[in-house]
């Protein structure tokens, strides 16, 4: 048969965290906590579960926690979307991300995207059979270059894709970036979908800049979030989307087809659990400590990066200890050193290797002490 995606294979995630199960190795590689969910909201899913709310809700998520989710941005960002019109909960931000690029993108739509990216992104481009156009984040700082992207704009370009904070490097787009991606965006009549999925998790004092915060660019954006993230339960697959009425129309058209809605008592415990914002708050300040734990555990080794800005991954390089590609160091400490992370080169569509490795701290203090015992004599 003919593949609609010859060029996509297992995922790197999947590669590293399989190879961190066979080495025995410390699995700093996939996104995801070795910490426990929250009890109280573990005890509102099954609240909610034994109440009987077990069938299926309506396709757009239960009333109450597109609710809660605009009484969460007021919160946040002092903004408060449509909860009826312009919120859509979805199966994580994966399947959000899906169903927003197959609802805007048509055959032979340009789409901008920042290297390193996600890996979702292209393939659900491929699949509308659009064209994907590369450009790589400034080296070391990982800013954008809006000179470039300026210069790669033309009359088939349909969309730009973002990611703040950033996936896998960290970095934080300002004030000033949003700025200019919104008189791009206006000037060129483009959509910008903005994968917000690390929004709670911002360190140093600086703030999460939305696309929602600015209201020209606001008008033709979609934002995507993922509670699984923000929670720490990535197994829920839960996220939302926020978009204007006219938009939501249109994903909500695809997301009907593809999983139609989304666990019922996990909507009705995270509609409860969003009413206090404490459940949230502190995340910055949690996840922050964790960042300081790592890098202060590897001070004194030959490792070396800049402090992450957002997320709860880190880029260190390797470049003082091997010249070797990311990939073999990432293979090859997986087994001799039993610490898994994963190689940055997979995220760039040219294949750039600035020797760069990304690790999760999103783990118990222990995990990340380990860890950095194991970087010591590396």
Same mark, same amino acid.
């Given at each position: 048969?003919?593949?609609?995606?010859?060029?996509?294979?297992t995922?790197?995630?999947?590669?590293?965290?399989?190879?961190?199960?066979?080495?025995?190795?410390?699995?700093?590689?996939?996104g995801?906590?070795?910490?426990?969910?929250?009890?109280?909201?573990?005890?509102?899913i099954t609240?909610?579960?034994?109440?009987?709310?077990?069938?299926?809700?309506?396709?757009a998520?239960?009333?109450?926690?597109?609710?809660?989710?605009?009484?969460?941005?007021?919160?946040?960002?002092?903004?408060?979307?449509?909860a009826d019109?312009?919120?859509?909960?979805?199966?994580?931000?994966?399947?959000?991300?899906?169903?927003?690029?197959?609802?805007?993108?048509?055959?032979?739509?340009e789409?901008? &995207?920042?290297?390193?990216?996600?890996?979702?992104?292209?393939? #659900?481009?491929?699949?509308?059979? *659009? +064209? /994907?156009? %590369?450009?790589?984040?400034?080296?070391?700082?990982?800013?954008?270059?809006?000179?470039?992207?300026l210069?790669?704009?033309?009359?088939?370009?349909?969309?730009i894709?973002?990611n703040?904070p950033?996936?896998?490097?960290g970095?934080v787009?300002?004030?000033?970036?949003?700025?200019?991606?919104?008189v791009?965006?206006?000037?060129?009549?483009?959509?910008?979908?903005?994968?917000?999925?690390?929004?709670?998790?911002?360190?140093?004092?600086?703030?999460?800049?939305? &696309?929602?915060?600015?209201?020209?660019l606001a008008k033709r954006? #979609?934002?995507?979030?993922?509670? *699984? +993230? /923000?929670? %720490?339960?990535?197994?829920?697959?839960?996220?939302?989307?926020?978009?204007?009425a006219e938009?939501?129309?249109?994903?909500?058209?695809?997301?009907q087809?593809?999983?139609?809605?989304?666990?019922?008592?996990?909507?009705?415990?995270?509609?409860?659990?969003?009413?206090?914002?404490?459940?949230?708050?502190?995340?910055?300040?949690?996840?922050?400590?964790?960042?300081?734990?790592?890098l202060?555990?590897?001070?004194?080794?030959?490792?070396?990066?800049?402090?992450?800005?957002?997320?709860?991954?880190?880029?260190?390089?390797?470049?003082?200890?091997?010249?070797?590609?990311?990939?073999?160091?990432?293979?090859?400490?997986t087994?001799?050193?039993?610490?898994?992370?994963?190689?940055?080169?997979?995220?760039?569509?040219?294949?750039?290797?600035?020797h760069?490795?990304?690790?999760?701290?999103a783990?118990?203090?222990?995990?990340?002490?380990?860890?950095?015992?194991?970087?010591?004599?590396?």
């Amino acid at each position: 048969m003919t593949s609609k995606l010859p060029h996509t294979g297992t995922s790197i995630f999947s590669v590293m965290s399989a190879l961190a199960v066979e080495h025995g190795a410390l699995n700093l590689a996939q996104g995801f906590p070795d910490f426990a969910v929250s009890e109280a909201l573990i005890d509102l899913i099954t609240f909610h579960m034994k109440k009987g709310r077990n069938q299926y809700p309506p396709s757009a998520g239960i009333s109450q926690i597109r609710q809660s989710i605009a009484g969460m941005h007021q919160q946040m960002m002092g903004i408060s979307p449509d909860a009826d019109q312009e919120i859509t909960i979805t199966s994580g931000a994966t399947e959000a991300l899906f169903c927003t690029i197959t609802a805007l993108i048509h055959e032979g739509d340009e789409v901008i &995207v920042f290297d390193p990216a996600y890996d979702s992104y292209e393939p #659900v481009i491929e699949l509308q059979k *659009g +064209k /994907t156009v %590369h450009i790589r984040l400034t080296d070391g700082d990982f800013s954008i270059p809006w000179d470039e992207v300026l210069s790669k704009v033309n009359h088939r370009t349909k969309a730009i894709l973002i990611n703040t904070p950033h996936n896998p490097s960290g970095a934080v787009m300002s004030d000033a970036d949003m700025l200019r991606l919104q008189v791009l965006a206006e000037d060129y009549n483009l959509f910008v979908i903005s994968d917000e999925v690390y929004n709670h998790m911002v360190y140093d004092g600086i703030q999460h800049r939305s &696309v929602l915060q600015y209201p020209a660019l606001a008008k033709r954006s #979609v934002a995507i979030y993922s509670f *699984g +993230k /923000t929670f %720490h339960a990535t197994g829920w697959k839960m996220g939302y989307v926020v978009a204007p009425a006219e938009i939501t129309k249109e994903i909500r058209k695809i997301h009907q087809f593809v999983t139609f809605t989304t666990h019922t008592p996990g909507q009705f415990a995270i509609a409860d659990f969003l009413l206090e914002p404490k459940n949230y708050t502190y995340l910055p300040d949690f996840f922050q400590r964790k960042r300081d734990l790592f890098l202060k555990g590897l001070e004194g080794s030959r490792f070396t990066g800049i402090p992450s800005k957002g997320t709860y991954f880190q880029l260190l390089s390797f470049a003082n200890i091997m010249q070797k590609s990311d990939v073999e160091v990432a293979r090859e400490w997986t087994e001799k050193f039993k610490l898994a992370a994963i190689p940055v080169s997979v995220f760039n569509a040219d294949g750039h290797d600035g020797h760069y490795l990304r690790f999760c701290f999103a783990k118990e203090d222990a995990t990340i002490q380990r860890a950095c015992d194991i970087m010591q004599q590396i």
